[in-house]
C-alpha cells in the first residue's frame, strides 16, 4: 500500500505529467461526429514555466474548437463563494483541530516537515488531512516551479476568455467539493505520512511523472496516476470510474451535436480500463489520437 494515500490525492487533482518530443504521440484525442469534433485534451493541472510551448496537438484542438469545457467551470471555481465553501468542507467546525485527527507519530512527522520547511504548522491545525496534504503538496511543488498558473486548464481558460469562445463544464463547482470531502474518509494518517514521504522525493517525481503525459504515454499515466488508487476501490469508483461514465455521456451530447468543443480534463481520466476513451470506443465511437 506505499504511496497509496497521497497518490489517491494527487490523482485526484490529476497533478502533473511530460515527456521525450522524439515520439510521435499525444495526450489530445478526437472523437469525430456527424457535423462536430469533440478533442478530449489530458490536462496537467499544474506545470512549470519551461513546459510551454504546449505540444502543438493542443493548440490544433483548440483553433478547430468553438468553444472549451474543463471538469468544472474555472470562472465558478475562483469566487468567493466557492473559496468559502472550500474552507467549510476543509475545516474541522465542531471544536477539534488535527492534532486530535491524527496519530501522534503522524501529528510528529508533519510538524517536523513543516518546521524544516518553514511552513507555519500552528496555522494548519483547524484543517483535516486531506486539505493539509494539498496545501504542503502545492507548496513544495511552487518550490520547484510547478504551478496552477502553468497548468493547460488555466492556459486555455485565459486563452479562451481572451478570444472570446464560451467555456463550461461537465460537473459543477460542488461536485468537486463532494469529491474533495470524500479524501478524507478513513484514510487521514495514511494520507499525512504518505505525502510528507512523497514530497521528500518530489523533484524526482515530477520529472518521472512528466514523461508520460507530452506523449501520451497512457501505460505511464496510469501507473503513475491510477494503480495504487485502485487500492481504495470505493475512492477510485467515485473518483474516477463514475465520473468517467456521466462525463461520458455528454461528450456524446456534443458529438451528435452542431458545435466543436474541445474538452480538458485531468489526463489520468483518459487512460486505461473505464477511461473516458476506453468508455466511447464501447460506446461504438471511433476515437483517434491527434497527431502533431
Known sequence: MKHSASVAFLAFLAVLLTAHQAQAESSVWVVKGPKANVYLAGACHVLRASDHPLPSVFEKAYAGSDRVFFEAPPADLETQHYAQKLMAVAAYTDGTTLRQHLKPEVYARAEKFCRERGYPFEQYQMFRPWMLSMMLTMQELARIGVEADFGVDRFFYQRAFKDGKPTGGLESADDQLAFLSMLDEGMGN?????????????????????????TGDEKGIEAFNLRELKNYPGLYSALIVERNGKWVKKIEDMANGNISTMVIVGVAHLAGDSSVIDLLRKRGYEVNKVRP
Open 190 to 214: 495514511e494520507q499525512v505520512s504518505e505525502t510528507v514521504d512523497d514530497l521528500s522525493e518530489l523533484k524526482s517525481k515530477v520529472t518521472d511523472i512528466l514523461k508520460a503525459w507530452r
